[in-house]
Nanobody, 116 residues
Framework: QVQLVESGGGLVQAGGSLRLSCVAS????????MGWYRQTPGKQRELVAR???????NYADSVKGRFTISRDNTKNTVALQMNSLKPEDTAVYYC??????????WGQGTQVTVSS
């Protein structure tokens, strides 16, 4: 089991920036990929960005060029730098850690609100 704790959410004006951080503990040796997902009421949770243990990244089209995901394997952390934020980025953001085989682990979520 992997435990994940997120931090860094909050309220920001459109065009502003926020940085989300997530620290993993527990069975960290099993982690292959880490990432960020987001969810708004009535919608499915969607991928924002993901990074493997080798540093391979992928992003949702809606955040490409604005968000950057990074990972520090020595500290068991993953971060999401969010720039040029838009009101449509408003959501609860969840940190995720996935093994190569088996179920993913999730953080408790952190609210990001972008005002227009």
């Amino acid at each position: 089991q992997v435990q994940l704790v997120e931090s860094g959410g909050g309220l920001v004006q459109a065009g502003g920036s926020l940085r989300l951080s997530c620290v993993a503990s527990g069975r960290i040796f099993s982690i292959y990929a880490m990432g960020w997902y987001r969810q708004t009421p009535g919608k499915q949770r969607e991928l924002v960005a993901r990074i493997t243990d080798r540093g391979t990244t992928n992003y949702a089209d809606s955040v490409k060029g604005r968000f950057t995901i990074s990972r520090d394997n020595t500290k068991n952390t993953v971060a999401l730098q969010m720039n040029s934020l838009k009101p449509e980025d408003t959501a609860v953001y969840y940190c995720m850690a996935a093994p190569k085989v088996g179920a993913s682990s999730w953080g408790q979520g952190t609210q990001v609100t972008v005002s227009s």
